[in-house]
């Protein structure tokens, strides 16, 4: 699976079982200018009105280009989607095959805190290459809803881009449906792997990393919150400093971590108290489902261009920066603000998670592990020191139009 | 290039016993070219008796070297025992526990020593701290002040060139965290994955090593070596692997079932260990220098533990001991720092549940065992003389005829401290210029 995500696109051709290609092999920008052409195109869903990009729109960092919880898809558009929906940007080709390491010494687990799981592409991590990941949306009843990957390679056959297909692929490509599909799935894969609009590292934090810009005297307080270690604690998970050969932070680790956040009512399916999403147990992800421990994590995401979101966390519960912030460091100590009060007056904290599994949520890190009525690690002045920095990691081409 | 001239006597650091390093008395006196390979966490017991996963090391190279079937670890966890084998140090309150902060010292991470004094045979006294001032000793100074070469040649470090350079990759001084300490699986940028542990690699823990620009010439990824021991005259005289978390048996149970694999899906173990011996054990008895005039060293850093679990059924809460006996051999001494520290037990996880105590009973690294393949071993030999990291290092020292033997590799009659070398052990070295394959004077150094 690795191996076929990471092949050059002449080794990637001749699989047993799929049509022949034409010598020379397409180049690796060939191949990605395709996918782009594929990733714009509406017309391969059942809607005819939803591409990748109506998702994950470049005009907003490759992430949703509106404040719902979870975006709507199916055959005529009003299907919810499950999750909601993640930049796309910086993080595609430094993502880790999901993973989690186990360290044979009982003693060294112990002692080196039991990293969580790291990596794959989703919230839950259950693709290990784009092109895996890439079908999901065509094919979810709820997104693209494609009928089967016959059903994507007719669409294909139809689309402005079919001359180019079969120059790439040779003249028979398109009457072999599964060939088709795999090398469509390719060449998205291709093109979000290699496209600089993935990652175009042009926000005011990057100018400050090489020197070119400077942080406002707001912006440097919000920097020093999001690091300081007993209190945000931010960075231990959103990375935010350059790399050994220079390179700039995608503020992630990414790792799992099950933060608790609330159950969301936009989302229909949380009408039914039957139904839950576990993240890495489940219910997307099956071959996790045995790892209770694992239940209620999802993946951390990168906070670059977090601030021109309108909506925040895996199941899109907050729809401002402010309150999602105000949520991680009151979670704790003003539990009532964000979960069920009974009439008795109890908060059934965690309400997202069946109750055998809340015991899963982070109470271990900073700012998690405050008492009920104890202060928050940041006041709303501090959280506003710190929106002034996430500001700074929005991009050139994804700023509000009011800072143009 | 002499790094630290002079130091041991500008400071004082000089040795108590016999400092003099000793005339090498079997054929390991024509020895130029030492290799050292380090696995991981392995007890003498598993790796050369009940272990089915290794059996390239057992049935293979066993009989063709030389099995030490006394030699121990110098300390728990890793970190320290590294360090002892290239300076003679003893542990920091922080190199005891592999810098993780929070543990038993306060500092950890990659910070500096914070030198308090200096203690007899050279050891450094500290409040805590990882890297070691420049006026510490090591073997490779000692190595360049007598005109041989030296290489630390490390798996996988720089895969990922934004987690640690390809070349002296460690991080940066007091930024906190060692993003090193846990491995990095693949992606497309990094295909490979990155499992090079700075806590591994024993030479990013002295100022003298790492403040120097030939660090980078010094220090290299696994994969130079296959170049360098090309000729003879390119292989270092002193050559020191550490394959990655996996290939050295650290991550991984060796089953390979899910779950229990390295984060690049290998199966890890001691498994992957014999997978990592079974490709450069190979290349390396071919190389030119290693023929002529070779010694392999096969070991691992430290033993593993024993659990034992035991249940209240008053509470239902499970008490688990993750036991280190600690041993030493060789009356090896603690050191200055590890008051409080060794022995002891220390309660990491505590919930209605379960309670994880790590006991470490003693300030030893327990029996692992080591195997020597060389022209000049007896094949299929054996010795039960005791041995430690100390004695490598004292070994090495006499072989290539050092300015003596630092830190805890000297002898100081006044604690009885007394060291054996492998050297002289004529169980498994022969007799010198009695039946090895020598008759000629051994080469001199290589400037």
């Known amino acids: 699976m690795v191996c076929a995500l990471l092949a050059p696109a002449h080794l990637m051709m001749n699989v047993p079982g799929e049509a022949a290609i034409p010598d020379p092999a397409p180049t690796a920008s060939d191949l990605a200018a395709l996918g782009k052409r594929i990733f714009f195109d509406p017309s391969l869903s059942a809607s005819g009105r939803l591409s990748c990009a109506s998702c994950h729109s470049p005009g907003h960092a490759y992430g949703p280009p509106n404040g719902r919880a979870v975006q709507l898809g199916g055959p005529d558009l009003s299907v919810q989607g499950a999750r909601a929906v993640p930049s796309l940007r910086y993080t595609l080709n430094r993502t880790p095959v999901w993973s989690k390491a186990y360290v044979a010494s009982a003693a060294d687990r112990i002692l080196e805190g039991n990293e969580p799981p790291a990596g794959g592409f989703g919230w839950d991590g259950r693709f290990n290459s784009l092109r895996e990941q890439a079908a999901f949306p065509l094919l979810a009843p709820n997104e693209m809803a494609n009928s089967s990957p016959a059903d ?20 028979q490509i398109l009457d072999d449906p599964a060939a088709a599909y795999t090398r469509a799935l390719s060449a998205l894969e291709r093109f979000e792997l290699d496209d600089p609009s993935f990652h175009p590292y042009t926000s005011k934090y990057d100018g400050f990393l090489e020197g070119t810009a400077a942080l406002s005297a707001q912006e440097l307080r919000g920097l020093a919150l999001f690091n300081d270690s007993r209190r945000g604690n931010c960075a231990s998970c959103h990375l935010d400093a350059q790399g050994a050969d220079g390179s700039h932070p995608n503020f992630t680790d990414y790792q799992f971590e099950a933060l608790g956040v609330p159950r969301n ?3 229909r399916a949380n009408a039914s108290t039957a139904y839950f999403d576990d993240g890495l147990c489940g219910p997307l992800r099956t071959d996790q489902a045995q790892q209770a421990a694992y239940c209620g994590m999802f993946k951390t995401p990168s906070l ?24 991680y460091v009151r979670r704790d100590t003003d539990p009532k603000l964000w979960y069920p009060v009974s009439a008795s007056g109890s908060v059934d904290k965690f309400d997202d998670l069946p109750p055998p599994l809340r015991a899963n949520v982070d109470v271990i890190d900073e700012p998690l592990t405050r008492q009920e009525g104890a202060a928050p690690a940041w006041n709303d002045a501090e959280i506003d020191d710190v929106i002034a920095f996430l500001k700074t990691l929005t991009d050139a081409d994804a700023q509000p139009a009011s800072a143009h | 290039m002499i790094l630290g001239t002079a130091l041991g006597s500008v ?9 003099h390093v000793d005339h090498v008395t079997t054929d390991a006196a024509h020895v130029r070219h030492v290799f050292v390979i380090v696995l991981e966490n392995k007890t003498f017991s598993d790796t050369f008796g009940t272990s089915t996963q290794d059996p390239y090391l057992q049935k293979t190279l066993v009989p063709m070297g ?15 025992n590294y360090i002892s084998m290239i300076s003679g140090q003893s542990p920091t309150k922080d190199t005891d526990d592999d810098c993780l902060p929070g543990f038993t010292g306060s500092i950890g991470n990659y910070n500096d020593v914070e030198q308090t004094g200096v203690a007899p045979q050279g050891q450094i006294a500290a409040s805590g701290g990882c890297i070691y001032s420049r006026q510490v000793r090591t073997l490779p100074e000692q190595l360049e002040r007598a005109g041989y070469s030296w290489k630390g040649y490390m798996e996988d470090m720089g895969n990922d060139p934004a987690r640690e350079s390809a070349t002296c990759g460690h991080p940066t001084i007091g930024i906190g965290t060692d993003h090193t300490n846990t491995a990095e699986a693949p992606s497309a940028a990094v295909p490979l994955g990155d499992a090079y542990a700075t806590r591994h690699d024993p030479f990013m823990y002295f100022h003298s090593i790492i403040d120097h620009p030939s660090c980078n010439t010094h220090v290299v990824n696994l994969n130079v070596l296959t170049q360098d021991l090309a000729e003879e005259r390119t292989t270092p005289n002193y050559v020191f692997i550490t394959p990655n978390l996996c290939s050295d048996g650290h991550d991984g149970a060796g089953t390979g079932a899910a779950g229990t694999t390295c984060a690049n899906g290998q199966p890890g173990g001691l498994t992957s260990a014999d997978a990592f011996l079974k490709v450069w054990v190979p290349k390396i008895m071919a190389s030119p220098a290693y023929q002529k005039d070779g010694l392999l060293i096969i070991t691992f850093d430290e033993s593993n533990y024993v659990q034992d679990a035991s249940s209240n059924p008053s509470t239902g809460q499970t008490t688990v001991d993750i036991t280190f006996p600690g041993q030493t051999c060789c009356n090896q001494q603690p050191g200055p720092n590890l008051a409080g520290a ?27 065992g080591a195997l020597l393949l060389s022209p000049f071993i007896i094949a299929g030999s054996t010795s039960s003389t005791a041995y430690n990291h100390y004695s490598l290092l004292r070994s090495i020292e006499d072989i290539f005829g050092l300015d003596g033997h630092i830190g805890y590799a000297a002898d100081d009659p006044r604690t009885g401290y007394y060291l054996d070398s492998i050297a002289d052990d004529k169980n498994i070295f022969h007799h010198l210029n009695e039946w090895g394959p020598w008759t000629e004077a051994p080469a001199g150094p290589k400037f």
């Open chain 2, 66 to 80: 030389a099995l030490l079937t006394e030699y121990y670890g110098t300390g728990h966890v890793s970190l320290d």
């Open chain 2, 11 to 19: 400071l004082g650091l000089a040795s108590f016993g016999r400092s």
């Open chain 1, 152 to 171: 994507v390679a007719a669409k294909l056959q139809r689309a402005p881009y079919a001359q180019e297909f079969r120059r790439l692929f040779g003249t």
């Open chain 2, 342 to 368: 060794r022995p002891g037990t220390f309660t990491l996880v505590n919930t209605p549940t379960l309670v994880e105590n790590i006991v470490i009973n003693g300030y030893g690294g327990d029996r692992i």
């Open chain 1, 265 to 267: 009512p936009e989302i």
């Open chain 1, 304 to 327: 670059r261009n977090v601030a021109i979101r309108a909506t925040f966390f895996h199941n899109g519960r907050f729809h401002s920066l402010k309150e999602a912030l105000r949520f």
